[in-house]
């Protein structure tokens, strides 16, 4: 599992080392399942923008995973309430300085056709059903950030996906060039940049996160035992 902000397992710390370098994960165990728990920001809560996303899936591969479940804030461009939940069917890409291949000296070209793993999705699905989950699929959007859009960025972000976020890419392609079945699942914290009259306060998106963390356990708790 990668974690996205707020969302932890728990587990017993220990480092391990790729060749983009080195990070924290604890192995764990979930409803009698082994799962290596990866914080996607690591210790010095790295930004989006700089998170080391190749050691991510490294280590997971590296680890022996054969699935990997992404979790990731999104803002809604569409008509989805904060607290639900979205599981992406595919992504665009609009971030712009973040090395997105292990393929750097080769021409490998891997297919994107089915950029999330449909078995996990399937799981995912069926997890968020079985808590009782507002859920549904969609299509990610991935910026730079760190900071928030535009109003006007959003605006045409619209036009490419339902939900905008800051960390589903490149991990979903690397996890593809690993051959590694990733799927996300998304927490919708707020309305994107001008979708609401009174924009969302840090502090709101922070409660919102708290609360949709147990959520979330509970979702992936039930997907893992399908
Ligand atoms: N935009 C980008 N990333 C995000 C947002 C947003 O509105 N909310 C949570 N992550």
């Known amino acids: 599992m990668i974690g996205g902000t707020g969302f932890e397992v728990g587990g017993e710390p220990s480092l391990i080392d790729t060749p983009y370098g080195r990070l924290m994960a604890a192995a764990t165990e979930l409803c009698g399942r082994e799962v290596l728990f990866i914080p996607r920001h690591g210790e010095a809560h790295l930004p989006p923008h700089r998170v080391n996303y190749r050691a991510l899936l490294w280590a997971a591969r590296a680890s022996g995973a054969v699935r990997v479940v992404s979790t990731n804030t999104v803002g809604s461009m569409a008509w989805h309430p904060v607290g639900s939940l979205v599981i992406p069917t595919d992504f665009v ?16 070209h891997v297919d994107l056709t089915a950029p999330y793993c449909p078995e996990v999705r399937r799981a995912l699905a069926a997890g968020a059903e079985a808590a009782g989950a507002l859920v549904s699929d969609g299509i990610y959007v991935c910026t730079e950030g760190p900071h928030l859009e535009s109003p006007a960025q959003i605006r045409m972000l619209r036009q490419f996906g339902d939900v905008v ?24 914290t707020n309305p994107a940049a001008g979708m609401r009259k009174d924009s969302m306060s840090a502090a709101e998106i922070r409660t919102e996160m708290a609360i949709s963390a147990r959520l979330l356990r509970e979702v992936i708790e039930a997907a893992i035992t399908m």
């Open 93 to 108: 890409d609009f971030t712009k300085s973040r090395p997105s291949t292990f393929f750097e000296e080769e021409a490998v």
């Open 165 to 188: 976020g800051m960390t589903g890419y490149p991990e979903v392609v690397l996890a593809r060039e690993l051959e590694l079945c990733y799927a996300s699942i998304c927490i919708v």
